[in-house]
């Protein structure tokens, strides 16, 4: 049963509330901006409708323009952050990052899902004036990230066949088939190591970090080889799982505790 086959059946309903969410929800599945005509179209619903709520939305600080159109801004991602297994997640980890950082010349993320897309939630700058590395909340959709690999290939069973829902209706059987061979592949690797299909020269190395439950999140280091070189690949992918398994050992201790 989807959302508005149940519709009909729920006791309660905030048709405004709704409108702002469905702008919400919309403005995080897109890669660019939208302009009100666009999200109008989307929605099927009038520009006039959702006026009042585009204004609200942005006058709160939950969205904002860019050139004419309309983005989140991390309004939202800031409050996720709030949430006691996400910050405990990323104060574990903070240390252990800095170290692999240090150790590599190479900065390093850490990763979550949310839904069929990935999120990054922390970051540490590699040492040195030159260095490669992506925005705190940044989102891409899983079958198109690299982290995708991992999340699809590492996840439990019942994680595993919503996910696989979610990305056929995407991106189609064909491209969601290629992805789960190569997702299975990573989980059977242990890591990741992927040239990156949207910058040359970065290769993207990524190691699972899991919990109670399987796979919580993972860790990348977006791999810029340096001339002269200071950490050869083989050494900085032992390196970041290693970073990962202290990670999961550790934030899997802290949830026992």
């Given at each position: 049963?989807t959302?508005?086959?149940g519709?009909?059946d729920?006791?309660?309903?905030?048709?405004?509330?709704?409108k702002g969410l469905?702008v919400?929800?919309l403005?995080?599945a897109?890669a660019?901006?939208?302009?009100?005509s666009?999200?109008?179209?989307t929605l099927?619903?009038?520009?006039?409708?959702l006026f009042?709520?585009?204004?609200?939305?942005?006058?709160?600080?939950?969205?904002?323009?860019a050139s004419?159109?309309?983005?989140?801004t991390?309004?939202?991602?800031?409050?996720g952050?709030?949430?006691?297994?996400i910050?405990?997640?990323?104060d574990?980890?903070?240390?252990?990052?800095r170290d692999?950082?240090?150790?590599t010349?190479q900065s390093?993320?850490?990763?979550?899902?949310?839904?069929?897309q990935?999120?990054?939630?922390?970051?540490?700058e590699g040492p040195g004036?030159l260095?490669y590395?992506v925005?705190i909340g940044y989102?891409?959709?899983?079958?198109?990230?690299?982290?995708?690999?991992?999340f699809?290939?590492?996840?439990?069973?019942?994680t595993?066949?919503?996910l696989?829902?979610?990305?056929v209706?995407?991106?189609?059987?064909?491209k969601v088939?290629?992805?789960?061979?190569?997702?299975?592949?990573?989980a059977?690797?242990?890591h990741?190591?992927?040239?990156?299909?949207f910058?040359k020269?970065v290769?993207?190395?990524v190691?699972?970090i899991?919990?109670?439950?399987?796979i919580?999140?993972?860790?990348?280091?977006p791999y810029?080889e340096r001339?002269?070189?200071?950490?050869p690949?083989?050494?900085?992918v032992?390196?970041?799982?290693?970073?990962?398994?202290?990670?999961?050992t550790e934030?899997?201790?802290?949830?026992q505790a």
């Amino acid at each position: 049963m989807t959302l508005q086959d149940g519709a009909e059946d729920r006791k309660y309903r905030a048709p405004a509330l709704e409108k702002g969410l469905d702008v919400l929800e919309l403005l995080s599945a897109q890669a660019e901006p939208m302009t009100p005509s666009q999200m109008s179209a989307t929605l099927g619903r009038s520009v006039s409708e959702l006026f009042r709520m585009i204004q609200v939305l942005e006058f709160r600080g939950y969205i904002e323009q860019a050139s004419g159109a309309y983005r989140l801004t991390n309004r939202l991602f800031t409050l996720g952050m709030s949430q006691a297994p996400i910050r405990s997640l990323v104060d574990v980890a903070l240390p252990v990052m800095r170290d692999l950082a240090t150790a590599t010349s190479q900065s390093c993320h850490l990763v979550v899902p949310s839904g069929d897309q990935i999120v990054v939630i922390a970051r540490v700058e590699g040492p040195g004036d030159l260095g490669y590395s992506v925005r705190i909340g940044y989102r891409r959709n899983i079958i198109e990230a690299t982290s995708g690999l991992m999340f699809y290939g590492c996840a439990t069973g019942r994680t595993r066949v919503q996910l696989h829902q979610m990305l056929v209706k995407r991106s189609g059987v064909q491209k969601v088939r290629r992805f789960v061979t190569a997702a299975e592949a990573a989980a059977l690797a242990g890591h990741v190591e992927r040239p990156s299909d949207f910058v040359k020269g970065v290769t993207d190395l990524v190691a699972p970090i899991r919990g109670a439950d399987g796979i919580i999140a993972t860790l990348i280091t977006p791999y810029i080889e340096r001339m002269p070189p200071t950490c050869p690949m083989p050494e900085a992918v032992s390196r970041l799982r290693e970073a990962a398994e202290i990670i999961s050992t550790e934030t899997s201790a802290l949830s026992q505790a």
